[in-house]
C-alpha cells in the first residue's frame, strides 16, 4: 500500500466524525451506497452522519467502494504529505496528537456529566462550545470547565492549521 493510503486508514478523523460531521452523497451512488450502508434520503438527495458505521478498527470497510465525497476529500495533513511539505512520520505523529486531545476533551466531559446529543464528534464540539459561551456568560466557570475550553481551543486551532477544518 502507498504512504498516503496508510495515513488515511490509521487515521480515520474524518470517518469517525472528528474532522465532519456528514457526508454528502451524489444521486448516482444513492442506489449502490443503499446495499452498503444506512442513508438519510430526502428529496432524493442522500447523505450520512458520522461516524460512519464502515468504518472500524481495520479503517474503512468499504473503502474500494466507498463514495465519491469519501474518495475526493483530502485533509490538510494528507495534502502536505503530499506536497512533500510533512514526513510520514510528522503526518502520524500530528494525527496522534488530535486523536490524544480528542481523549482528552471526551474525558472532561464525561468527568463535567455533560450531556451532548450529537454522535459525532464534530458536532459535539459545537454543542459543547454553545453550551460553553451559555455557561460563561451565566456564572464563573469551574476550573475544569476552563481547561476543558483551553483543550476545545487547542483542538480547533491544530484542526484548522493542519486539517484545514474548524467546527
Known sequence: MSEPINICLSCGLCCDGTLIG????????????????DIQET????????????????????YSQRPNACSNFECGVL???????????????????VK???IAIEKHVATLQ???????F????????????KDKSQL???QLQQELIVELKELEKLLSKSFGVSF
Open 122 to 133: 464534530h458536532f459535539k464540539m459545537l454543542e459543547l462550545k454553545k453550551l460553553l459561551r
Open 140 to 142: 464563573s466557570l469551574s
Open 43 to 62: 428529496d432524493g438527495n442522500g447523505m450520512f452522519f458520522l461516524p460512519c458505521n464502515k468504518f472500524g478498527c481495520n479503517g474503512c470497510n468499504i
Open 100 to 102: 490524544q486531545k480528542k
Open 22 to 37: 456528514f457526508v454528502q452523497l451524489d444521486n448516482e451512488e444513492l442506489s449502490p451506497l443503499r446495499q452498503l450502508m
Open 79 to 97: 495534502k502536505s504529505f503530499e506536497k512533500k511539505e510533512l514526513s510520514f512520520d510528522k503526518a502520524t505523529e500530528v494525527i496522534d496528537i
Open 114 to 120: 455533560i450531556e451532548l446529543q450529537s454522535k459525532s
